[in-house]
């Protein structure tokens, strides 16, 4: 979809968990010093999900979520508007939101799986084709 308004694209700051979840620290000790960031939370609601714990992971999906909702908003963000995949300090937000439909679909909350699912594509059809195929 183009971008027909010209509403500005979002890009949030660099997030200081991504270098420590590269290095590969666990993402529960992460979360719990940065809980302000939803990279975390989207890699623990992944790794939950893909473990058959999907009431876990639409926790850690939603936490994620709702912190990227707060970090996009304070990035100028006004409810719609691209969130580019191409920009790294946005993918916790679009990777939380991307589980948060799967696990909503996984427990037969459709109008959630759809919401999470129209907002992902809306906000940057690459992460839609990326994360939900």
């Not at 970090?71 to 580019?84: C, D, E, I, T, Y």
């Not at 909350?109 to 940057?124: F, H, I, K, N, P």
């Amino acid at each position: 979809m183009d971008n027909l308004l010209h509403i500005p694209e979002t890009k949030l700051p660099e997030d200081p968990s991504a270098a420590r979840i590269d290095a590969g620290e666990d993402a529960a000790s992460v979360a719990a010093d940065l809980p302000s960031s939803s990279l975390p939370w989207a890699v623990l609601a992944e790794g939950a999900l893909d473990g058959g714990r999907t009431i876990e992971a639409y926790a850690y999906a939603r936490t994620g979520y709702h912190r990227g909702l707060d970090a996009l908003r304070r990035s100028g963000w006004k409810g719609q508007g691209p969130v580019p995949w191409s920009h790294l300090p946005n993918r916790g937000f679009l990777r939380a939101l991307a589980t948060l439909a799967q696990a909503a679909d996984q427990i037969g909350e459709t109008e959630e799986e759809q919401r999470c699912s129209g907002l992902l594509a809306d906000s940057s059809p690459e992460a839609a084709r990326e994360l939900l195929g």
